[in-house]
């Protein structure tokens, strides 16, 4: 056994197995599924999650944010998502540098290079979260003190040595996973709660997506991110684009909710006003598309 695991999670059928495109005999390769039976798939040795639930998004974060669990043998280790390819040398050295250093924690910067709270707004917009649930942490962030200007890692390579630090961490990191599923926001708050600094795996220039040949990306199973919204949720969504100010998604309000004690109620208030004054204009849109279908 070596002192370096390099692992990923595949649960369900989101993602196929990958193998990286160059290997280091130093380190073990691990993979956590829910559904392989196998218990070797090429490079990678492949064992069972140990944690059950239905959330099917949550139970892979059981072994994301919880290496020093599920490693406990290591001395650090590098989580990598499952559509991520080690593709030089670079990775392995880094790893032993981080490790040889005591650093805690790095990760890659996120491509678009913005601060968590811009984010939260952003992915709100995409439509992968809901929103009473990006409001909850948003509020809760702002009356902690969280600084607004904190830039996000994006989470889908990072470096962990195996120690009670990280492990604190990734407790808390863990037990946020029933408040909030998008896994960035929450990471970033605990690391400065921790007093953890922001180290990059690689330069801040190189994200896994983009300007990086250490690394090799692949887009997920499109159906990854489909969220279902309730009825009130998308004809707020809809009436808000049939606005006036749609290029402003109203994720922009959030920062005045967060000031009153009942932010959700100030949110369904608000959500209330605008869907009587434009929700006849979302509900005719909607109309004419399944006409013109």
Not at 10 to 15: C, E, K, T
Not at 150 to 172: A, Q, Y
Not at 258 to 286: D, E, N, S
Request: with cysteine.
């Amino acid at each position: 056994m070596n002192q370096y695991a390099i692992y990923s999670v595949i649960v369900g059928d989101i993602d196929d197995v990958k193998q990286p495109l160059v290997i280091d005999s130093h380190f073990d390769y691990i993979l956590f599924s829910d559904n392989i039976q196998r218990k070797k798939i090429g490079i990678w040795d492949v064992r069972p999650i140990p944690y059950s639930c239905e959330n099917k998004r949550k139970l892979s974060r059981f072994p994301k944010c919880l290496p020093t669990k599920v490693l406990l043998e290591y001395k650090a280790s590098l989580y990598m998502d499952a559509n991520v390819q080690i593709a030089t040398d670079l990775p392995y050295e880094r790893i032993i540098e981080l490790a040889e250093e005591q650093v805690p924690w790095a990760g890659m910067n996120h491509p678009d290079n913005i601060g968590v709270y811009e984010g939260m707004l952003n992915i709100l917009n995409l439509g992968w979260v809901h929103d009473y649930e990006v409001l909850d942490w948003y509020c809760y962030l702002v009356r902690q003190g969280f600084p607004d200007k904190c830039n996000m890692f994006e989470n889908n390579v990072i470096f962990r040595s195996h120690t009670p630090l990280v492990e604190s961490i990734g407790e808390d990191w863990w037990n946020s996973m029933n408040e909030v599923t998008r896994d960035q926001f929450s990471l970033m708050y605990y690391l400065w709660k921790h007093n953890v600094p922001i180290v990059y795996f690689l330069p801040p220039t190189e994200t896994i997506r983009f300007n990086t040949n250490n690394f090799i990306y692949t887009n997920h199973n499109p159906n990854k991110r489909v969220l279902k919204l309730g009825i009130l949720e998308d004809l707020r969504k809809r009436s808000w684009k049939e606005s006036p100010r749609k290029d402003e998604y109203y994720g922009s309000n959030f920062a005045q909710f967060a000031k009153y004690k009942h932010p959700r109620f100030m949110l369904c208030l608000w959500g209330l006003g605008l869907t009587f004054r434009y929700g006849w204009k979302a509900l005719l849109t909607v109309a004419k598309r399944k006409i013109n279908r």
